[in-house]
């Protein structure tokens, strides 16, 4: 007997790949891990200091269950789902809670300009917040501060004062270190940590210094 359309097995979902790789983690609270991550194709930002621009266009279709086996491969624990701005693809969420489901600790780098409430909440959110200085300021959706935990993290990359003082505001007028955890980053090339650094102390900010630990090792490389 001949099988109907709709009882024919669905295709496996997948997404395309920028690369898979090793690293060490170089950001936020898992810094120093080593890591295995996976860069999405595509992004609707762009950024001024983008560092990723390579993973706007290109990229290799992959099933989710061989993504899972590449990662299962590396024998590490830390797995970041990363972009390009990861979420821009559907599939995004499905691959993060399978990765969760294997027994992975999993984190997602986003812009915070897509909806974040369809990720699976033992995924540790890592959302740039977009600062005046990236261009891209007006595509914060700001309603996915709503979604965030206590174990999630909030990034500014920090381009000047003027940055600054920005994300200063922000940050005290709607008390974001009650809804995770901050961090601030200067903007590589831009702005010099020990600036950044000398800022947050005197006005006490409580947010967390952070520098890009794989820049400081191996700079711009990609894949790192």
Not at 34 to 48: E, H, K, S
Not at 51 to 59: C, L, P, R
Not at 113 to 138: C, F, N
């Amino acid at each position: 007997m001949p099988v109907s359309p709709k009882s024919e097995l669905q295709p496996e979902p997948r997404l395309k790949i920028t690369e898979i790789f090793l690293s060490i983690q170089g950001e936020a609270t898992t810094s120093g891990w080593p890591t295995v991550f996976i860069r999405l194709t595509g992004c609707p930002l762009r950024c001024r200091y983008c560092d990723t621009a390579y993973a706007f266009h290109g990229g290799e279709w992959m099933a989710l269950e061989a993504i899972l086996e590449r990662v299962a491969a590396s024998g590490v624990r830390h797995v970041c789902v990363t972009g390009g701005e990861p979420l821009s693809q559907r599939n995004c969420t499905e691959l993060m809670s399978r990765l969760c489901d294997t027994g992975f600790e999993v984190s997602i780098e986003t812009s915070g300009a897509l909806d974040v409430a369809g990720i699976d909440e033992r995924v540790q959110k890592v959302m740039d917040l977009k600062t005046p200085g990236s261009g891209e300021s007006d595509r914060n959706l700001m309603s996915n501060l709503g979604y965030l935990s206590s174990r999630d993290v909030l990034k500014f990359v920090i381009c000047d004062r003027y940055d600054y003082e920005w994300a200063r505001a922000l940050v005290r007028d709607e008390n974001l270190n009650d809804v995770c955890q901050i961090f601030f980053s200067p903007s590589w090339g831009q702005v010099n940590g020990a600036d950044l650094a000398e800022w947050i102390m005197e006005d006490k900010l409580p947010v967390r210094l952070q520098v890009q630990l794989h820049k400081v090792l191996w700079g711009d490389q990609p894949g790192r």
